[in-house]
Nanobody, 125 residues
């Protein structure tokens, strides 16, 4: 059974930083693409960032490029998202999701099938 548990969210002022973590179990973490999606208040899920199985390909939503960094620790079966220079529009529930095998996709569709309980990020002064 796929299990994903996010942590690291919180309340931060604009310009601040957070590091989100996602502990994965129940599947071969190193064989799958992974991603982060988020759901702002009152809005639908939106893709934020993804990484392929070998960590050689990363992708980001335009609005977070240069501010967010996705990474993973295969030894700990953990996915990370470093959030820097946070903006009020980054306020959302953040979820990690298991994507397709190897260089497969990871997007909202995958997140709808399998994601963790989420971690709340609130950016406010």
């Amino acid at each position: 059974e796929v299990q994903l548990v996010e942590s690291g969210g919180g309340l931060v002022q604009p310009g601040g930083s957070l590091r989100l973590s996602c502990e994965a179990s129940g599947f071969s973490f190193s064989d799958y693409a992974m991603c982060w999606v988020r759901q702002p208040p009152g809005k639908n899920l939106e893709w934020v960032s993804s990484i392929n199985y070998g960590d050689t390909i990363t992708a980001y939503k335009n609005s977070v490029k240069g501010r967010f960094t996705i990474s993973r620790d295969h030894g700990k079966n953990t996915l990370y998202l470093q959030l820097n220079n946070l903006k009020t529009e980054d306020t959302a529930m953040y979820y990690c999701a298991k994507g397709g095998l190897q260089n497969g996709a990871c997007d909202v569709g995958y997140a709808l099938q399998s994601r963790g309980p989420g971690t709340q990020v609130t950016v406010s002064s």
